[in-house]
């Protein structure tokens, strides 16, 4: 089995990170999007991509977390100058998280609009997180020109029910499952993941958080994706090859 880890935070010192990426090649993970979020989590990215440059993907943004206020050039002037030193498969992680930090809405929704336009400015995938800002997420992506064709990027960790992955599948997006959908009170999640269909799919770790069960508890790694194929497959009646497959090539067709 081979399967393509498509969300991984990196910020271990070189001898965990490789010690965590054997791990991974160990368990059958042939492909790994290394993600960014912040400059810490860049900088994290970027030296696990340099160092497994077969292996790895790159994916650089700033996050929600990142938007202390309404004016996201700095960032955004950041970004450019991390692109243009080192090549990305796709921009992020960014969007909308309101449970945490509700106060700082307009700043975080003007931060993802500036990098939805600088993803469709370099004609990249965007990776998107979003949570309890369904409606807000909507209304940024529906109100940033996209002039792209084929797939816009990825929803990651969804969290969410059948009807917001719908509405992202109107919008040109892929709907990427974590650990969180093995959670013994995750059925509604499931349900979604029921339901997206095959072309659409991925499967992430998001390491290091969310580990899936049977290692709830334990700092997450990528080399635990097979447990969240293993969920995929019991849902949608199928097989953990036919999870791995179908999930690489949508990874493989998004990211490269």
Known sequence: MHYYDTHAHFEGTPLETAAL????????????????GSAPLNAGALA???????????????????????APEP???ALRQLAAAHPLAA?????????YHPETAAAQAALFAAQLRLADEWRL???????????????????????????R???HCF???KAFAAQLLDRQFAVSFSGIVTFRNADMLRESAAFVPDDRLLIETDTPFLAPVPKRGQRN????????????????????????EVTRENAARLFG
């Open 21 to 36: 990426m054997e791990r991974a090649f160990a368990a059958g993970v042939k492909r790994v999007v290394a993600v960014g």
């Open 48 to 70: 696990v991509a340099q160092a497994y440059p077969e292996r790895v993907r790159l994916a650089l943004g700033f996050d929600r977390d990142q938007a202390v206020s309404a």
């Open 75 to 77: 960032l955004v002037d």
């Open 91 to 99: 921009v992020g992680e960014v969007g909308l998280d309101f449970h």
């Open 125 to 151: 995938p965007v990776i998107v997180h979003t949570r309890e800002a369904d409606e807000a997420t909507l209304r940024v992506l529906d109100e940033t020109p996209w002039r792209g064709e084929g797939l």
């Open 153 to 155: 990027g990825v929803v």
């Open 159 to 161: 969290t969410g029910d």
């Open 221 to 244: 790694e990528p080399a635990y994706v097979s447990y969240v194929a293993e969920c995929l497959a019991a849902v949608r009646g199928t097989t953990v090859a036919r999870i791995a």
